[in-house]
């Protein structure tokens, strides 16, 4: 009966800051502002496909994770400097100082991470085509390439 995950819902500070964020930055779209109380949605990829809520909390922010599909040429050409364009800091997995997407070879999966400006840990991911191979755990993607030849 699953299909997918439609929607997905972040606390954030100040919804407005969040907003502009989120549709500027990183170019979501809004969707709908609930007038009635600090909450706002925004559409993830096409019209309808995916959701992102913004809920504002003021007090006991609780910072969460979630991560956006991203096309595998884009995460390893262009999202660094994408990120760092708008004055985020890009990290990979293991938070080793470097900036180079890593493979969670368990899926396999190719991604790199950022945060919202409440601390939200955001990500770019993308499925990469064969099968996982979970004895090699997180590596670089020239590693991975690499140990998928041999």
Same mark, same amino acid.
């Given at each position: 009966?699953?299909?997918?995950?439609?929607?997905?819902?972040?606390?954030?500070?100040?919804?407005?800051?969040?907003?502009?964020?989120?549709?500027?930055?990183?170019?979501?779209?809004? $969707?709908?502002?609930?007038?009635?109380?600090?909450?706002?949605?925004?559409?993830?990829?096409?019209?309808?496909?995916?959701?992102?809520?913004?809920?504002?909390?003021?007090?006991?922010?609780?910072?969460?994770?979630? $991560?956006?599909? $991203?096309?595998?040429?884009?995460?390893?050409?262009?999202?660094?400097?994408?990120?760092?364009?708008?004055?985020?800091?890009?990290?990979?997995?293991?938070?080793?100082?470097? #900036?180079?997407?890593?493979?969670? $070879?368990?899926?396999?999966?190719?991604?790199?991470?950022?945060?919202?400006?409440?601390?939200?840990?955001?990500?770019?991911?993308?499925?990469?085509?064969?099968?996982?191979?979970?004895?090699?755990? #997180?590596?670089?993607?020239?590693?991975?390439?690499?140990?998928?030849?041999?």
């Amino acid at each position: 009966m699953i299909k997918g995950l439609y929607e997905t819902h972040v606390q954030v500070s100040d919804l407005e800051k969040a907003i502009e964020f989120y549709t500027k930055v990183l170019g979501l779209k809004l $969707a709908h502002r609930d007038e009635t109380r600090p909450i706002a949605f925004l559409w993830i990829g096409k019209h309808k496909e995916a959701m992102l809520g913004l809920w504002e909390q003021k007090e006991n922010l609780q910072t969460r994770h979630f $991560a956006f599909t $991203a096309d595998k040429e884009d995460i390893l050409n262009y999202s660094v400097a994408f990120l760092k364009s708008k004055d985020l800091k890009p990290y990979n997995f293991l938070k080793n100082g470097t #900036v180079q997407p890593m493979v969670f $070879a368990w899926m396999p999966a190719l991604a790199i991470y950022f945060n919202d400006p409440d601390g939200n840990q955001l990500e770019f991911i993308s499925v990469l085509e064969g099968n996982g191979q979970p004895e090699l755990g #997180v590596l670089s993607y020239d590693e991975w390439l690499e140990r998928k030849q041999n």
